[in-house]
């Protein structure tokens, strides 16, 4: 059965930087992309980083140029540098993988606060 854990979620104050991970387990079939969606209070959940197999990325537009997006085909990870993190950053992080078939995978999620 297929499994996504994340780590890395925590308390950083603003202008700092922090990573997440997230770790597949299973067997993957045609594997699209893998991602970092996120829900704040009151918010919809959005994506805020995506990276495909080949390495194309996709940013929202609020966290371009300060957060990175990587992955491990092999080992079916993926990163999320967070740098120069502001208030607004604050919320539950997703992993997330699309893969053939239609399907969809969700990580339980990570909490990231950005606390002064």
């Known amino acids: 059965q297929v499994q996504l854990v994340e780590s890395g979620g925590g308390l950083v104050q603003p202008g700092g930087s922090l990573t997440l991970s997230c770790a597949a387990s299973?067997?993957?079939?045609?594997?699209?992309?893998m991602g970092w969606y996120r829900q704040a209070p009151g918010k919809e959940r959005e994506l805020v980083a995506a990276?495909?197999?080949?390495?194309?990325?996709n940013f929202a537009d609020s966290v371009k140029g300060r957060f990175t997006i990587s992955r491990d085909n092999a080992k079916n990870t993926v990163n999320l540098q967070m740098n120069s993190v502001k208030f607004e950053d604050t919320a539950v992080y997703y992993c997330?993988?699309?893969?053939?078939?239609?399907?969809?995978?969700w990580g339980k999620g990570t909490l990231v606060t950005v606390s002064s």
């Open positions: 990276i495909t197999r080949g390495g194309t990325t």
């Open positions: 299973g067997r993957f079939f045609s594997i699209i992309a």
């Open positions: 997330n993988v699309k893969a053939g078939l239609g399907m969809d995978y």
